[in-house]
């Protein structure tokens, strides 16, 4: 079997900002969450 | 009698291993219980399909074409049923927990890298990667999505690697962390949450992940819209439709559908064991990364967080939040993780479809 390091780094950057991607996007929804929850609290 | 003596001779070698593959699935759906609304009928499909001259080949190549080939209906409805199961409660209580649901997606990239190293392409590779979803309808979307030649190996991984889980999580947590991390404790404060929260919450999500993934909105809206028909507290009858009776009927249709893809021809081959392989690798790398993101936090924060609770990031809900309240239980029979771990667990139900929508943002643009 062949390995395919051209189609690795081709690759790599997806995997990073896939991550940050998702880091920032989560970070978003918990801070919406956080927001919802302290607008609503005792109603 | 020359007609049936004339089927028995375009019988194939390859043919009996697909029946063989069908009974080892049914037999794992029935007495193992692994997956069985998913399984059972992949194995019996999988047979169907392998017959000499298959009159049952045609129709399900059809429901193929018009469940998930077109629209990806299927893995779609499902979703909404998914969405309808769910509740959110703990995670709203306490909405850090979505961290480790992220941490958790990094065997989907990791993976991602791996299998273009073996030389698949790019929409290939991710579609393998997206077996680290840990999420069936996920994994069927996105690998349509790519054209991906390899969905019946991705389905037969994703689907049974949810059902190891138990068996595949375990040795990696107790390689990751201490004894002295497994007995941390971990107090539970269950504040309420509004049911205005609970409303808005599917809306928000939907709009924040359409605004970053407009080629994935359909998924996380789907989950969502199933949500919002559970919370809003005036749809009760949808509701419980959406979670049996749509949910139940989807099921059915999505695993003998799958079947179509799983011809000898097209399932027989080396990539095959590759995949399984790659997919075990995506659910491996899934729990490091979310013990890890635990065992970090724990450097910053003054009430320590049990990391083994970030395991249960991996979207296979519930049984990943039941494996990491189990080994808390087996390390002191105090240490009640569990609902930590189910918010942890609806976290990676929320950030698998996410990184679904990254990955065709990524990939597919």
Not at chain 2, 311 to 319: C, D, K, L
Request: aromatic content about 8%.
């Amino acid at each position: 079997m062949q390995l395919h390091v051209d189609y690795l780094m081709e690759a790599l950057p997806i995997m990073g900002n896939g991550m940050l991607g998702i880091f920032i996007v989560t970070g978003v929804i918990i801070a919406v969450v956080s927001l919802l929850n302290k607008l609503t609290e005792g109603k | 009698m020359e007609v049936l003596i004339q089927n028995l001779y375009d019988i194939t070698w390859q043919q009996m291993v697909m029946w063989v593959i069908g009974g080892v699935l049914i037999y794992l759906a029935i007495v193992k219980e692994m997956e069985p609304t998913l399984l059972l009928p992949m194995g019996f499909g999988a047979i169907l399909v392998n017959l000499p001259n298959s009159g049952a080949a045609a129709v399900i190549e059809h429901l193929f074409e018009i469940g998930i080939n077109q629209h990806e209906l299927f893995p779609l409805l499902l979703f909404i049923g998914i969405g309808a199961m769910i509740d959110f409660q703990p995670l709203l209580t306490n909405p850090k927990l979505m961290i480790f649901g992220a941490a958790a997606q990094f065997g989907i990239f990791f993976t991602l890298c791996m299998a273009s190293l073996f030389g698949f392409q790019l929409n290939d590779a991710a579609s393998i990667a997206i077996i680290g979803a840990a999420d069936g309808p996920t994994s069927i979307f996105v690998s349509q999505m790519l054209n991906s030649n390899y969905t019946a190996a991705i389905m037969v991984a994703a689907y049974s690697y949810m059902a190891l889980v138990p068996m595949v999580q375990p040795p990696i947590i107790k390689l990751c962390t201490t004894k002295a991390e497994r007995k941390i404790r971990m107090q539970y404060k269950g504040k309420p949450v509004s049911k205005r929260t609970k409303i808005l919450f599917p809306i928000v999500v939907t709009i924040i992940v359409g605004l970053v993934a407009p080629d994935a909105v359909v998924l996380i809206g789907f989950l969502m819209f199933g949500n919002l028909i559970r919370e809003c507290g005036v749809l009760n009858s949808l509701s419980e439709t959406a979670q049996n009776v749509l949910a139940n009927l989807i099921t059915i249709l999505l695993g003998i559908t799958i079947a179509s893809r799983m011809s000898a021809e097209e399932f027989l081959r080396f990539e095959t064991l590759l995949i399984m392989g790659l997919g075990l690798v995506a659910f491996i790398v899934d729990t490091f990364g979310g013990v890890m993101i635990a065992k970090i936090m724990n450097l910053f924060v003054k009430e320590k967080i049990n990391p083994m609770i970030g395991a249960a990031g991996i979207s296979a809900f519930p049984m990943s939040a039941r494996v990491v309240h189990k080994l808390g239980l087996e390390e002191d029979n105090q240490n009640f993780l569990l609902m930590h771990s189910i918010g942890v667990n609806v976290s990676g139900q929320i950030a698998s479809v996410i990184a679904g929508g990254l990955i065709l943002a990524l990939v597919g643009g």
